[in-house]
């Protein structure tokens, strides 16, 4: 038997005693044969954003059991597997400055982060100067959700690299929809108050300018992160402000409260959102959200096409549970893209992977990516879906059981959603 249909053998075996023990898949590649390749994961997992990281760690885990069930990383050496290593940061920035401490301790040379801009910003900082003063033990960044735009302009590294559309590039498709939206007359902009929700509300500010300067800002207010647990002093707020839509890129519970508490207000404008349509959004919302909650993303279940269904049909399969039916493409491109560029450099030296990292083109699923090498942001296709009941004309599928799904209402290619770049990356020698 030669030694990728041995890997294939034991990854496969794997699998299958970890489903029959109903333990995580990964936990069986801890005593698979030879050397793996670590990733650590450094993301809230407890706390008030906990769901929003168990769902991050679902799609990675998704993403590497794939690999490996190809057999691994082919290297010169012999393959070898992917290894999924959790550090849970609790969405606190200096927990999260520890876990990675923890884990180039621990010998990984590649970490995953992404749900808070300002934890990134942080490890950023800390991972370029781990890298500058240790050479022997160098780290790439992959970001999968940290869309704060600083971080592949101004602070760009070569050490950093972002697989989810910024939040300018967001508006700026939400903007697209907004624009030949003529029944809305006045938003109400509201916002986590750090780095990312502050760029989001000043950015809305700028494109509807632009865009639409016909529209009245009737509210703009900024809440603390993931610390308030009534929002219906800010949705009384916005129902009286006469607003007839709500601009934000609230994510995790501060989003689901935040329209729960809107529907219970009696407010019945339209919602334009970065992440409404999932992680109890739309089940909080009900009938009041159909028509009028709209989600930007790079893939959405029910993008039309065989092999988008495919996809799907594939994730639900892997996890049939409604409450873990929350999928993003982008973060199964992010590990396509990892594996192809330590294939392409041979090794997985962390310098060596992230210049190959620059160049990385992938396709899976009909759906394709490519990493701009002049700042390292990802760039692919966007869709802004609208929630409708499922088994209306173009939602096939719902979202979580809930009963409602979205209809992709604009398609943005990637030449569309590309921006421009201040980055003046410094790279090593």
């Known amino acids: 038997?030669?030694?990728?249909?041995?890997?294939?053998?034991?990854?496969?075996?794997?699998?299958?005693?970890?489903?029959?023990?109903?333990?995580?898949?990964?936990?069986?590649?801890?005593?698979?044969?030879?050397?793996?390749?670590?990733?650590?994961?450094?993301?809230?997992?407890?706390?008030?954003?906990?769901?929003?990281g168990e769902a991050v760690f679902r799609n990675i885990a998704w993403a590497i059991e794939r690999v490996n069930a190809r057999g691994g990383i082919k290297l010169p050496g012999g393959n070898r597997l992917l290894r999924l290593v959790r550090y849970d940061s609790k969405g606190q920035t200096e927990e999260a400055l520890s876990a990675l401490r923890a884990a180039i301790d621990a010998g990984s040379h590649f970490v995953m982060q992404g749900n808070s801009s300002a934890v990134a910003a942080a490890l950023l900082d800390a991972i370029d100067k781990q890298n500058s003063r240790d050479p022997a033990h160098r780290v790439v960044f992959l970001n999968y959700s940290a869309v704060d735009p600083v971080l592949t302009n101004e602070r760009c590294s070569f050490w950093h690299f972002r697989f989810d559309a910024h939040a300018d590039m967001r508006v700026a498709a939400l903007m697209d929809v907004l624009r030949d939206d003529k029944s809305v007359g006045s938003v109400y902009l509201i916002g986590q108050d750090y780095s990312f929700g502050q760029r989001v509300l000043r950015e809305a500010r700028r494109q509807l300018g632009v865009q639409r300067p016909d529209v009245?800002?009737?509210?703009?207010?900024l809440h603390p992160l993931g610390r308030v647990k009534d929002f219906a002093p800010y949705a009384a707020k916005i129902r009286a402000s006469g607003a007839q839509a709500v601009i934000t890129g609230n994510w995790g519970n501060d989003l689901t409260l935040l329209v729960k508490a809107a529907r219970e207000a009696g407010f019945d404008g339209k919602f334009y959102t970065f992440y409404g349509n999932a992680l109890g959004a739309p089940a909080a919302l009900g009938d009041a959200g159909v028509g009028r909650v709209l989600a930007v993303a790079?893939?959405?279940?029910?993008?039309?096409?065989?092999?988008?269904?495919?996809?799907?049909a594939a994730f639900h399969q892997r996890f049939p549970s409604p409450a873990e039916d929350y999928v993003h493409m982008r973060m199964q491109l992010m590990v396509e893209s990892l594996a192809q560029a330590i294939e392409k450099a041979g090794s997985d030296d962390a310098l060596a992977v992230a210049r190959a990292l620059e160049t990385t083109s992938v396709s899976l699923y009909g759906q394709n990516g490519h990493m701009r090498a002049v700042d390292h942001q990802f760039q692919q296709s966007l869709v802004v879906g609208q929630m409708e009941k499922k088994g209306t004309p173009g939602v096939k599928f719902d979202v979580e059981g809930s009963g409602y799904g979205f209809k992709v209402v604009r398609s943005i290619p990637p030449e569309r959603a590309e921006q421009p770049s201040s980055c003046r990356m410094k790279r090593p020698a």
Do not use: C, H
């Not at 936990?27 to 997992?45: N, S």
């Open 1 to 52: 038997m030669n030694s990728r249909k041995k890997m294939r053998r034991v990854v496969l075996k794997s699998i299958a005693a970890a489903l029959m023990a109903n333990v995580p898949v990964l936990q069986a590649f801890a005593e698979a044969p030879g050397p793996t390749i670590d990733i650590a994961l450094i993301e809230g997992l407890s706390g008030s954003f906990a769901n929003a």
């Open 298 to 312: 790079d893939w959405l279940p029910n993008v039309p096409g065989a092999q988008s269904e495919a996809f799907y």
């Open 216 to 221: 009245k800002i009737v509210g703009d207010e």
